[in-house]
């Protein structure tokens, strides 16, 4: 503690942020301040403190700080490290799925309706985001059962197309084959617009007659097709508020916490429809709901599409936020402090809801602790590790017969997996199928990277793990001496007993299964096997298909390479019609009916 009292007397009264680190040099958090002297002092007064907080502190061994222009920097800042960090007591967000649009291309003559999941300023109209168990799909099908507008991306010229399938079934006025005037496509795409609004009156009239006319000739599983569109148009038309604005499109966010767990509930309006919610259980170490808020919306809204207004509680910072917001994301955003009317009831029903998902998520949350950190923990002390592994890679070998051989890197973090780290290696030294050889190949180009430049992408690992049982730990184990590496922990994981191998210990160690620290090692072995196979058939896949099409007269490298990217594997060129595999640059409709032939046969 005492180069922590010496830090704590030159902290500046500047904006910032501050990255608090354990014993190993772990972030694990990150925080931002309007005065950096204050807040971090905060942490280390004798005053009063949320639980997770006296916990996190009781962790801290140093910290740093970075010095920011403004708050909203420090905000940003916040944010990024956050990202890169992923520090154990921050808000981290496991849900990061974008939700899908629709959007109508307003700037085409004949405009195109598709889905997208990012907006754009294009000048398109958007509609969405679609969740809560509405499909987007079915959105899309009836907007053009009803009004005929396109869907597809093809180009609309001066010379017109053949028309498609879609056509004859009544489905697609074809606009790319003359068959309407622009005047005509333009009102249908205005009728289309108003549906996507909310207007679903006509839609539902149009739907019911087709419905019985289907079942008056006896389709009756068209009949049941429409009745299902119908029924999903009843569902939408129930989640009309009907006490708001019409237009109203805001996002109700809601904290609840017991001041060792938290929750947030997000609620979704667009043009008056509550679209869905989401909801996250959190367990992080916040001085206070604004603070907790603030870090949440600035990692939400950095992925998914801000609304044009926030309903929030009182304690939000409403005026950082917003200024968030215009800074870094270029959005003009309200950010409402809902105290009475229609906005606090939709603000309460959200907090309800955040508080209900809170105290059905807390076991959960406890549970996953065990099965992560607690894990790790129980991890260094069973295998007598000398630092807590919060960062574990695991290593495995996948080939057949010595042919493209591959091996996995996979990550976890805190006994949870973090796929942005995993990496691939293609073995390229080695002959045959030895994978002791090939292990020790990909440790020493893993490791190489160590101490350069690369450290930033690759960070150093606290512990190793191999499939596989002593002959594989000591292959590997030569790497580590030959790179003279002494402080990260190498163990290995035998399958047929489950027993683990450290380095220090001749026998294997056999922790119960029932034990959460080896069910989270056998997480990871697994995961690497996986991933290790998947890379495996599908490189196998691909040099497949590139030597069965070098036996194809007619198909040079150039073409190989563009008939490769287009289909990736001989399953996929197999269920290819000559036309598609006539789409591909250099692929004349002779050669592809050639190729087509050669692989029916």
């Known amino acids: 503690m005492n180069i922590i009292r010496e830090k704590l007397k030159l902290l500046p009264e500047n904006p910032g942020v501050y990255i608090m680190l354990d014993k190993y040099g772990n972030v694990i ?9 204050n807040r971090v002092r905060q942490y280390f007064h004798n005053s009063p403190k949320p639980a997770k907080v006296m916990q996190m502190v ?3 061994a140093d910290f740093n700080y970075v010095i920011t222009n403004s708050e909203i920097d420090a905000l940003a800042l916040e944010n990024n490290l956050i990202k890169k960090y992923k520090p154990k007591y921050n808000i981290l967000l496991k849900d990061d799925k974008t939700y899908p649009y629709i959007k109508v291309n307003m700037r085409e003559e004949f405009p195109s309706f598709s889905v997208t999941r990012k907006i754009k300023k294009d000048g398109g109209r958007y509609f969405g985001p679609f969740m809560g168990g509405i499909n987007y799909r079915d959105i899309l099908e009836v907007t053009q059962l009803l009004f005929g507008i396109r869907l597809c991306r093809t180009q609309i010229t001066a010379k017109p197309k053949r028309e498609c399938l879609n056509y004859h079934i009544g489905r697609c ?10 005047e005509d496509y333009a009102a249908r795409v205005k009728d289309a617009l108003a549906f996507l609004d909310g207007d679903y009156k006509d839609a539902r ?7 019985y006319a289907a079942a008056e000739s006896e389709a009756f599983e068209l009949a049941m097709d429409y009745k299902n569109k119908i029924a999903m148009l009843s569902k939408l038309e129930a989640k009309r508020i009907t006490s708001i604005n019409k237009k109203i499109d805001a996002d109700i966010i809601a904290y609840a916490t017991n001041g060792l767990y938290s929750a947030i509930s997000v609620f979704v309006t667009r043009n008056g429809i509550m679209q869905g919610a989401s909801s996250f259980a959190l367990d992080e170490a916040h001085f206070s709901e604004a603070e907790a808020l603030t870090s949440f919306i600035t990692q939400y809204y950095t992925a998914h599409e801000p609304p044009a207004e926030l309903i929030v509680p009182e304690c939000c910072e409403s005026g950082l936020v917003v200024a968030f917001f215009k800074e870094k994301l270029g959005r003009s955003v309200d950010v409402t402090a809902a105290k009475q009317g229609v906005k606090a009831q939709l603000l309460d029903m959200a907090a309800r809801n955040a508080q209900d998902y809170l105290e059905k998520s807390v076991d959960r949350i406890r549970h996953r602790d065990d099965m992560t950190v607690n894990a790790c923990k129980r991890l260094q002390e069973q295998l007598g590790l000398a630092r807590y592994p919060r960062r574990m890679e695991c290593y495995d070998i996948s080939n057949v017969s010595g042919v493209d051989k591959v091996a996995s890197m996979v990550v976890f973090i805190d006994g949870e997996a973090d796929r942005t780290q995993y990496r691939r290696f293609k073995i390229k030294t080695v002959e045959g199928a030895n994978d002791f050889a090939s292990l020790q190949e990909t440790l020493l180009r893993r490791l190489s990277k160590l101490g350069t430049e690369e450290e930033e992408r690759f960070p150093r690992p ?5 499939d596989g049982g002593k002959g594989q730990l000591s292959s590997v184990e030569s790497i580590f001496s030959d790179l003279g590496i002494t402080d990260i922990d190498l163990i290995s994981i035998a399958k047929q007993d489950e027993e683990i191998f450290t380095v220090s210990s001749g026998e294997g160690v056999k922790i119960p299964r029932s034990d959460y620290s080896l069910r989270m090692v056998q997480r990871i072995r697994d ?3 996986r991933f290790a196979i998947t890379y495996f058939r599908s490189l ?3 040099n497949s298909l590139k030597s069965e099409l070098e036996k194809i007269d007619g198909v040079g490298k150039r073409r190989r390479i563009a008939l490769m990217n287009k289909f990736s594997s001989i399953d996929k060129i197999m269920d290819a019609d000559a036309e598609e595999i006539a789409s591909v640059p250099g692929i004349s409709l002779k050669l592809a009916k050639t190729i087509k032939d050669y692989f029916s046969n």
Do not use: F, W
């Open 29 to 37: 958090y990150v925080g931002k301040a309007r005065v950096l002297k």
């Open 58 to 60: 009781a962790n801290i």
């Open 173 to 182: 006025t074809a606009p790319c084959a003359h068959k309407i005037s622009r």
């Open 205 to 211: 009239a149009v739907l019911e007659q087709k419905m």
């Open 462 to 466: 606290d512990l190793v793990v191999i």
């Open 527 to 529: 995961e690497a096997h």
């Open 540 to 542: 196998h896949s691909k």
